[in-house]
Each structure stands twice: as C-alpha cells, then as structure tokens.
C-alpha cells in the first residue's frame, strides 16, 4: 500500500511540474520583459480580432474621498474616446481604454501602473492627484513610457520630460488666486486655512503667500491642519475670525472643506471662501447642503454653464450619459485625449512601435501644438511640461457654479 | 473672549472623548482587556444609523436603537470568537493584539459594505445653539446633549454596577475570576454583558460624534477611538468618572494647544499628555494606586 502511494504520489508531482513548465511558457517570458523598457512584447498591441490599437491607460481615485475628480476625468476620457473612435480613431486606428482605480494612495497608484502595463499600456493618462502622480511618474519615466496628467498640479509631478499636464499647476493657482484676489478687489485681510500633510495644500499655499505679498494682500492668520486632524476646525477658524479676515483661502479638497463650511456657519463666521480645483466636487457630495456654499469663488478653467459650442456639446453628452453635469476634473479627462490625439497625429506614430518610441515621437510633438480645448483656448506646451493658459474663476451661486468674468 | 471661546470648543471636542472613553474604561475595568476595536464599533454604529436614517427613511429615535442593537451584537460576537479563545493565553499582550487585529477587520468590512465614498452625516441633534456676550460665544447644540449625555450615562452606569446583581457580578469578576466562579457567578456571561453594554455605549457615541463632526468614512472612528483612549488613561482607567474627567480635560488641553501653541503640534501634544501621564502618575487622575499585599 506504502509503494502504491508512493508512486501516486511521485505522478502527481511530475503531472504538476509538466502543467507549471508548459502553462508558464509564455507568462515567464513576460515576467523578464517587465522590468526592462525595450521588450518587443509591448509593439503587439492588438485588440482581440488581432487589429493594432492604441491602448492608453488610466489612473485615478475611483472611490475614496477623491472619488469625484477619478470618476470625472475617466467619464470625460471616456467621452473623447468614443467621439475619435467613431470619427475613425487617431491615425486610423481604435483607442482602448483601461481606467484604473488608485484611491489616491500612492502604493495603490503604482500597483494599478504594473497593471497597466501588464496590459500593454503605451500612453498614461494620469494619475489624476498629486502625490500619485509624483510616485507613478518615477517608474513611468524608467520605462520611458508617455504621461500626461490630466489634473495632477503639483510641481513634482511632472518632473521627467516624459510627463505633460492638461491642468494649471500648483504655482499657477497658488499665484492666480493671489493675483485674481488682489486684482478684483476681493478683500485686504485674507485668512489661510491649509493641509500641511499634503504636497498639493502646501504647494499653492506657498506660491500663494509670495505672491500676497507681492500683491499687497495682507495674510492675517495662517493656520493649518493634517491628515490625521481633519475633522474640527474650530481652532482654525476662530484664529480667522479673531484675525478679522473677510476672505479665507482654501487650498484643500472638497471634503475637508465642506466640513470648514459647516463649522463656520455654526460661529456665524461668514467670509467669503476662496478655493482652487480641489474645491470642485462640493455640490455633489452626498447629503450636503449646498446653501452652505453659498457665494464661495473657486478657481476653475472650466465652467459648465458657458456658452460656446464645445462646452455646451460637451456638458449635454455628459448629462445624456452619466446624468449629471460634469466638472472640470471630466473637462481635464476630455482634453487629455485630444491632446494626446493631436500630437500623436502630428508624430504620425502607430500602435505598432515601442512605448518608448511613441513617446519621444510624442514629446517632440507636444512641443510643436496648439490645442483648443474644454479646458483653454491656444494652449501650447513647454519642454518642461507645463501648459500655458490663463486661470478662470466660478462663483457658487443657488448651488450651481456661475462663470465670473 | 478668544481663550472663553476656545475652552468651549475644547469642552465640546472632550465631550466627544468622554463619550467614547466611557466604553474603554468599562471594557477594562471589568474585563481588564483594552479593545481596540471600540474606535470602530463606534464607525459601526455611526454608519448603521446613517443608512437606516437616509436609505430605509426611518425616524431618528428608531435608527439609533437599531443601531445599539446591532452594536451590541456586534460586541457580543467579537467577544465570543476573537478575545474569549484568548483569556488564559500565555501573554497578556495576545488580546491587545487581537483587538488591533479586530479594529482592521472592521475597517475593512465596513470599507467592502458601505464603499469608502464620504458620507455627509445629518446631525441627529436640532436645538438651537446657546449663544453668550452677545453672539461671541457660542456654544453647539450637540454639545450640551453630549455632556447631559455623558453625566447620565456616567451616573447609570455608577448604579448599575454597585446596585444590581449583574453589576456587582462585573465588580466581583473584575476583581477576582477564580474566586467570582466559585461564587457560582457565570464568568463568561458576565464578560459577554460587559461588552455589549460597552458596544451599546459605542452605537451612542457613533451618533452623538458624526452629529458634531459630520463626515463618516470607514477610517472615521480610529483616530478619536485611539485619542479617547489617551483620555481613559489620563482620567484613570477603570475609573468611570475618570473617562469623563479624562475626555473633557483632553479636548481643552488639544484646543487649548492648538490655539496658543500651534496647529501644527496638536496631535503630538494630546500624545506628550500619554507620555507624562504614564511617567508622573500611571494611573491616573482619578485612578487607585491598588497594592498587592502578598
């Protein structure tokens, strides 16, 4: 009986060894090319009637406080993506899509890029917040693999010249806002109240204050708070208060801030709130009462309500498919694909060359475009990224965003 | 006035922590066990409450029994699979583990079942808020229930443990095991009764802090659960009128801290209180130094 089962047992391994040595055949091969950036794996992109396609992945925080501004911007590629592909794709060939979620935490960010690239991204399309997009762009530039964010602003983020962004960056708003304050007369006494744990809250506010300064603003109280802490304000506002600010400066996520709104309402503190990107989303937090936001002014390039064809068309397919009305993170995801179709036809680049190719085809091509999009009209890029359009402002009125001029 | 308004706010955030510490120190005074995962059985309770009172449409008073009764199965489960299996392992330290291990489970359950999207919670509590000198003072609505709250709790609690049976069973069991069962006292249940009138406190208290601060996500219970904890020590643990003392005097000294040292230090200063507690007097402020005569 012993040697009976010994020699069930020895088929058994030598069956599994066969099984792991023939299955494994090609997934080993995959596993090698991963870590190196001219595998010939990744030309082969086809779809699964064996035609080439672009296969240009996205990141962003589906769910998680941030979900809002993940599901916007992928809403809006989504968008983008259809359109091209039913006017005949970029090149002639078919866009696939591949949106990832990341929570906004950075670990989980690059996790979702190894998928991506497991799949056979050859462009990125993210991430979508700062600090994920600062941790993903270190790997995306060893594999010299072409990024472009749609919304991430912080100065880190696009550091590698593989890397571009749709939005205006943290120094820009953080300037912006001191400027649009300053210029419109909006108040002399401004209170901050900021994230000290998040590079996105301290990057604005950094540009911000020198700018103030530049400006003539005077910063009366300057308080902040962190990710831990982000429920009572009440030290911070009533520093605000006391200072005698008329205008508060929030450059925090909508989250937090619908928390300051509430709070401050309840000392019947009531400045005016000034915010940038992040404040976005506010109106359509679950539950909250949008008549506490009331009269806030936030930053924002995109305006739903303004009247040129391209946004009006925009914000009606947007409705028709996801029954709501789009946000500027949605605008930035919509852009994105254009922009990547734009300098992609002005490359002349196919699905068939490596990623590392198509990006510095890509990269020589961002330099040489002009883009009208929702999101800014003439918007040119420079080698280090940056895009250049002027900010606007919204102002929250009867809960619904108001474009100010 | 800045330093009247600030004692206010600290006096609300601390009612907050007395609530919550409350649970903490009965858990350990009977039990002598400290659970980690009250922070969030309270994220529990608070969410419970939400979804009964916003999805299901049901009054508040039924959504907040509901919610106790959820909790307090809850701990009843909890303590049945994760902390009994462990109360005669070789080291103390296997149910603190274990609890640790709980908080995370729950966290993460709750992160599955009800998405990590932030909930906007409608506060329960709808007086109108007292105001002082003339409107520059103002002090919430939610916190004067919180502090009634807590001083009922605090004196119910009081009673029942020196006025019934079951209380004085926990008294006994808290003292002594072997000799409680010898008495003829049912161990097990006494300790089950123990944490699930702690959880029941933990559904409460769910309620009473996502009225005061109105966002609720699965991570929301952790930190006030690890502060309240910093605030049954102070207090003196295992003392009830300690967890009291102990969450007021908590929130005036981090709003106090925030506001005339910095808003930057706020958490390492409520910490710094842990560490000079434990240093100058471990066991409290209202805590008995009990020696063991051998």
Known sequence: MKKFNKVIGLSLVMAMLAGTVTACGSSSDNAGQNTQTDSTNDGADVSSDGTAVWKIGGIGPLTGGNAIYGQAAMNGAQIAIDEINAAGGINGYQIVFNPQDDETDNDKSINAYNTLKDWGMQILMGSVTSGCCTAVSDYAVEDNLFLLTPSASSVTSITYDNAFRVCFSDPNQGVGAADYIADNGLATKVAVIYDNSDVYSTGIYDKFAAEAAAKGLEIVSAESFNADNKTDFSVQLAAAKDAGADLVFLPIYYSEASLILAQAASMEYAPTFFGCDGMDGILTMENFDTSLAEGVILLTPFAADATDDLTVKFVSTYQDKFGETPNQFAADGYDAIYIIKAALEKSGATPDMSVSDICEAMKTAMLEITVDGLTGTGITWSADGEPSKAPRAVEIVDGVYKAIQ | ?294
Not at chain 2, 63 to 87: D, F, H, Q, W
Not at chain 2, 194 to 214: E, K, N, Q, R, W
Request: one cysteine or more.
């Open chain 2, 1 to 294: 006035m800045r330093f009247l308004s600030s004692l206010i706010n600290g006096v609300s955030l601390g009612s907050v922590y007395a609530i919550i510490a409350l649970g903490y120190t009965m858990v350990y005074g009977i039990a002598k066990m400290l659970n980690f995962a009250h922070g969030d059985v309270i994220m529990v309770g608070a969410y419970i409450t939400f979804i009964v009172m916003n999805n299901a449409g049901l009054p508040v008073w039924l959504a907040i029994i509901l919610s106790v009764i959820v909790c307090t199965a809850l701990g009843i489960i909890v303590e049945k699979m994760a902390y009994k299996p462990l109360r005669n392992a070789a080291s103390p330290l296997a149910v603190l583990i274990t609890a640790i291990g709980v908080s995370y489970l729950l966290q993460n359950l709750a992160l599955l079942i009800f998405g990590p999207n932030t909930k906007q919670f409608t506060s329960v509590v709808n007086f109108s808020s007292i105001k002082l000198f003339d409107g520059k003072v103002i002090i919430q609505d939610e916190t004067v229930v919180n502090i009634v709250l807590c001083i009922i709790i605090m004196i119910c609690l009081t009673l029942f443990v020196n006025k019934t049976k079951a209380g004085q069973a926990m008294l006994a069991v808290s003292e002594d095991k072997g000799a409680a069962q010898l008495m003829g006292i049912n161990v097990n249940g006494t300790i089950a009764l123990t944490f699930a009138i702690g959880s029941g406190l933990a559904a409460i208290a769910g309620v009473l802090m996502c009225s005061a601060y109105p966002t609720l996500t699965p991570y929301t219970g952790s930190m006030p659960g690890i502060k309240a904890f910093v605030a049954a020590v102070l207090g003196g643990i295992g003392s009830i009128p300690g967890a009291f003392l102990g969450g007021i005097l908590l929130g005036v000294i981090e709003i106090l801290g925030k506001t005339y040292i910095s808003t930057q230090l706020g958490d390492a200063i409520v910490f710094s209180m842990l560490i000079i507690v434990l240093l100058v007097k471990p066991t409290g402020i209202l805590g008995k130094n009990i020696q063991e005569k051998v």
